[in-house]
């Protein structure tokens, strides 16, 4: 197995909502099977500020006294100086104006919580970039892209808010993120708890990483909610791949597949791998937008888009042509529910688009994330966690090789009862929950399950067709945060 | 006033313990009026493992692959594998067996815990050199000289001791630290509460930052000291600095001066800043060592020291000369108790050693305490804190400039109720008690007041002569020990 193909695929797993960011778009044009006008609700014009903070590019060492801008937005229509709050959005792996406009749960309790919203660029990211377009140059350049750093700078850049906003100092500070970001948001909690009084981590996997869950969950879950969805729809994936390794043995049947799976470019026996690795990318993106809603999260899609994926996937027991011809019909609800795609492009992968890139890096660094599938429990290739393979990997790409334990060293792992205030929530189709806080650790550090939720659908804006699982969530969150406001202010007025 | 003087004078504060540890010997030789005989009681004879671990050089940053070896000692006489515990000391600033051997205070309670006890190096201190003698070369060498990444190595040192001594996987570990060491094991407990279970952080100035308390407090502490120590003992001093300035304006006056104070080289114009800032180091040190039994701390020294020297103080409205002749003696009790010096050396301040060098460069980076005096409040010449002309002078110094409130933004300043199982112990005596907790801040983070202690008394031997407040606060830290090895015990029996 190609050592850069699997590296390819565990990136894609390793990014949790990364791929999206600044995928280019398709090119568009006909010749598909699906509806061509777009579902999904378009976003929301949001009303806020650009605004940038001179970071220093490294707040542990005083060797450089480089800065840079990262870029932040505020919105403060319905901010109260008088008992109001400032609800501070992490910054994940990707432009910030993106994440602004795919989180509508905080807009949307704006109002209620009297709050300012800011959301935060992470540093490498957008255009918070350290060394402007020699950012990612090398791994001397790279050096300062951390979790330690990202949240170093949102410290700073809170205190800046407190000192230069009037009304703003003695307020409190909630952190929200999602997925890598909701990590940031219950480690920035962890790290800073006299700078925020709770974190609200959604679909935040912060037990991803060495042997604290089972490498298979991840993948597992992905196969579950295929199994839920339709009858032999995980089943006819499973035999996909051996279907796709005997059509592929043969130029003929290359020559075939390219065809049957409208593929931009021809296929050669290398490209076989990264086939396969693209379209289980495919299944693991669809399970984290499994959303009930038709939405344009990582691309435009139906409602329970793996519904309508798997309505192509009932019978696995046929010829591996056919199968393969379904599996097409499945991809390309994925691909091209516009209807606008001529072909699919198996090298648009993730890596061509810089946040990916970003988080390649930190795949390669201190977010190392294992993940192993079995075919058993999973419809997936069997494929074992291969930490060496991974780190000469990571040399070869980065120079870098990574630290699989840091993570756990510095945030704690399962330890970290100590902490409070913290929110985890999980969907259970999100097959990023597998990592996840799912359970209770005390009354301050609670969890939040979303039994129709995937990938953060609870930070996504309320929806008319938002299932009551999400709702009963939101109102959970917002008592939680309601007490965290209400019990600095109850602090700060026995101290006056 | 010469610039390097300020700078020299505010490193001997900022040092909180740093001025001894590789102080060269005083020449010895004869003609002064104090026993000759040392009464300090020598240090006992410590039985341990000295140990190497390899450590990153960057824990903050993956460019670089460089590790280095820290020292650290262990200590198991006591050690029970069955319901044991690990006390560790978070070292500071200088050669760890020279902190292990004036902790006493842990060995006297390691059969009572049932403690293995380990001693960490700092690193840039002692042996622990990340780039070998190379290690204070330049600005680039010294970049990883941060409390942080020393945080950072005592996480990954007890990961190691814990993966590697059978029996100790499961027990609780407590930091213990005195001075910057004590900041290090409070901030320690606030970052990693996963790794120790609480910590014992003697006579640490945590507050000695940015304006968490007032500039004037530690030199006003000095001053108390010696108000109580001897009629008019202050006041003399006060006096003393206009003494010198007036003698020193001849020629004649200074070479007076030169043989009056016993000095090693003859006094110039220019060096009279440095004598006075010499001197009122003296004084401050006197404070901070001011134990009621004959001590060899950071000189071989009498019990109670500064009454013994406000002894030679008791008149300050007598001729310059003569005044002089009496801060001489009160000098000579300092610099000379052993009666072997030859002669007095204001060059020997603690910038010739390797442990202030080190301090020195943390003082300009993040370490950046505030001081000033009124004369009013102290006993010591008027002298303004002033931000800018310290920024010049460690630009000069080390290439670097200090960032002044970087230290509340990572460590929380005075917010730090959300932490728990922290002890801070502070003696009345000691100067360093003015940025230190003493008072209690919730349950869980409490303060505990010696009132005839100077700094960290309590961590020192047991010693016959102890006061009863130090022995009530032994007892005291020794119960918050034991009730966080009980309730780390109590959790475990709970998850079996």
């Known amino acids: 197995m190609g050592r850069r193909a699997l590296l390819l695929l565990l990136l894609a797993f390793l990014a949790p909502g990364a791929t999206i960011t600044l995928r280019p778009a ?8 699906l509806p061509t006008s777009r579902t999904s609700r378009p976003a929301v014009a949001k009303n806020y500020s650009v605004l940038y903070f001179q970071q220093k590019v490294d707040h542990f060492g005083f060797n450089t006294a480089k800065t840079f801008k990262q870029r932040y937005l505020i919105a403060d229509e319905y901010w109260k100086r008088d008992g109001g709050s400032i609800l501070f959005y992490t910054g994940n792996e990707g432009d ?8 509508g749960f905080m807009w949307d309790v704006a109002e209620e919580l009297k709050a300012m919203l800011v959301f935060a660029e992470h540093r490498y990211y957008g255009e918070s970039l350290p060394f402007g377009q020699s950012s990612y140059k090398d791994s001397r350049h790279l050096n300062f892209l951390t979790s330690e750093q990202a949240l170093a700078d949102f410290a700073e850049l809170i205190k800046h808010l407190k000192r230069t906003i009037s009304g703003a100092e003695n307020q409190p500070v909630i952190a929200l993120g999602g997925s890598y970001g909701g990590m940031l948001s219950a480690w920035f909690r962890m790290k800073y708890p006299h700078i925020v009084v709770g974190a609200l981590a959604a679909s935040a996997p912060i037990w991803q990483f060495e042997d604290l869950v089972p490498c298979g969950v991840f993948m597992k879950i992905v196969t579950t909610d295929f199994r839920k969805s339709g009858p032999y729809c995980s089943e006819s994936i499973r035999r996909s791949w051996d279907a796709i390794n005997r059509l592929s043995n ?15 470019s021809p296929l050669a026996s290398q490209d076989i791998q990264h086939l396969k690795d693209w379209i289980a990318e495919t299944w693991v993106n669809l399970a984290m937008v499994d959303y009930p809603y038709a939405s344009n999260f990582l691309q435009p899609l139906p409602a329970w888009p793996i519904k309508v994926v798997c309505q192509y996937l009932r019978n696995p027991n046929i010829s591996d042509s056919l199968l393969l011809q379904n599996i097409f019909q499945a991809l390309n609800v994925y691909y091209n529910y516009s209807g606008q795609a001529k072909c699919l492009n198996i090298s648009e992968t993730t890596t061509t688009s810089l946040g990916s890139l970003g988080w390649s890096y930190q795949a390669c660094t201190e977010m190392v994330m294992p993940f192993c599938t079995n075919g058993i429990d999973d419809m997936f290739e069997p494929r074992l966690w291969n930490l060496k393979e991974f780190s000469d990997d990571c040399f070869s790409q980065w120079g870098v090789r990574p630290r699989p334990s840091w993570i756990t060293t510095v945030y704690g792992g399962k330890n970290i009862s100590s902490h409070t205030n913290i929110v985890f929530s999980n969907g259970e189709l999100d097959p990023w929950s597998g990592g996840g806080v799912t359970k209770d650790i005390t009354d301050t550090l609670v969890a939040i399950t979303i039994s129709e939720g995937a990938h953060h659908l609870d930070l996504r804006a309320s929806n ?14 917002v008592r939680h945060m309601k007490k965290w406001i209400r019990d600095f202010y109850g602090r700060a007025g026995k101290q006056n």
């Open 96 to 103: 910030i104006i993106w994440f602004c406009n795919n989180t």
């Open 26 to 33: 398709l090119k568009t044009l006909g010749s598909l099977h």
């Open 464 to 477: 008319a067709l938002d299932p009551r699982s999400v709702l009963l969530a939101r109102t959970l969150e």
């Open 250 to 264: 043969t130029g003929r049947g290359r020559q075939w597949l390219t065809e049957a799976l409208h593929l931009c």
